[in-house]
């Protein structure tokens, strides 16, 4: 079922919204070469502890995973596509490091995550990365009530496939308010013109993932939770939660 919130809900949830901003803000300033993803996960929870905001994340246990999340941030370096859990790993110059972090104040949530590079970009990286915001820009503007989910599916898979690069198989975007992962889902791929008719009051997540070697494939790691491209490519992620107005997409999770 999809609740379609109120203005003042929408408000709300903008303030969840603007607490996300800040802790990505705060975990990528965190995130210097020789800096362990530890690190990043302390930075973003010291926001959340600031603002007296809880994480959707700890704890957080979907169907597919074995154990409870153990933080606050995804963190998820070169071939780890999303999910990742913050170890001791120590960033190295070059790396590519997605971060995905969720806030949750006065009962609404708010989700986003960004990519960039630690030290020295590749310019493959660069272009990856840029491929995903552009991805996350097109859904974000077919966001518009009288389309479809499939509107905004259509216009992410095209960005990506328009670059060569794959698209996860089964993640994508997700309603979200009260709840982290509400419905609908909203799918990296898909046909315009189908799907639910989106209308004023909806919030969803819209995330894009890409896959640099063009695969479509991944696999669990060993701990149950990170999604490793299977080619060993690298991959990049862009989230940002939306709502849907009379007046088009407003974007909740900007700083
Ligand atoms: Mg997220
Ligand atoms: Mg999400």
């Given amino acids: 079922m999809v ?25 990528r300033a965190a995130a210097r070469v020789g800096a362990s993803l530890l690190d990043l996960d302390e930075a973003a929870h010291a926001v959340l502890r600031e603002a007296g905001a809880s994480s959707p994340f700890l704890g957080y246990r979907p169907h597919f995973a074995p154990t409870p999340f153990p933080a606050v941030l995804c963190v998820s370096v070169n071939d780890a596509i999303v999910h990742g859990i913050p170890t001791a790993y120590r960033l190295r110059d070059g790396d590519l490091v997605s971060i ?34 552009s991805a996350l ?11 479809r989910i ?9 960005v990506c496939r328009a670059a060569g690069y794959g698209i996860p198989e089964d993640f994508g975007g997700h309603g979200i308010g009260r ?11 898909g046909r315009p013109g189908r799907g639910m008719p989106l209308r004023p009051g909806m919030a969803i997540a819209i995330e894009p993932m890409v896959i640099a070697g063009g695969g479509d494939h991944y696999h669990a790691a060993p701990d149950g939770w990170t999604l490793r491209t299977n080619d060993g490519s690298r991959a990049a992620h862009a989230e940002h939660t939306v709502a849907i107005t009379e007046d088009g997409p407003r974007i909740l999770t900007a700083l």
């Fill in 137 to 147: 820009d097109a859904g974000i503007a077919a966001a518009v009530a009288g389309n």
């Fill in 179 to 189: 709840h982290m992962h509400e419905d609908p889902g909203v799918p990296n791929e």
């Fill in 3 to 27: 609740e379609l919130k109120t203005k003042t809900s929408i408000d709300a949830m903008r303030e969840a919204g603007r607490i996300v901003a800040q802790g990505l803000a705060a975990a």
């Fill in 100 to 133: 995905d972090f969720g806030a949750e104040l006065d009962g609404w949530c708010g989700d986003s995550a960004r990519s960039f590079t630690v030290g020295t970009a590749r310019p493959e990286d660069t272009r990856l990365i840029g491929t995903a915001e």
């Fill in 150 to 158: 499939g509107d905004i599916a259509h216009a992410i898979g095209t």
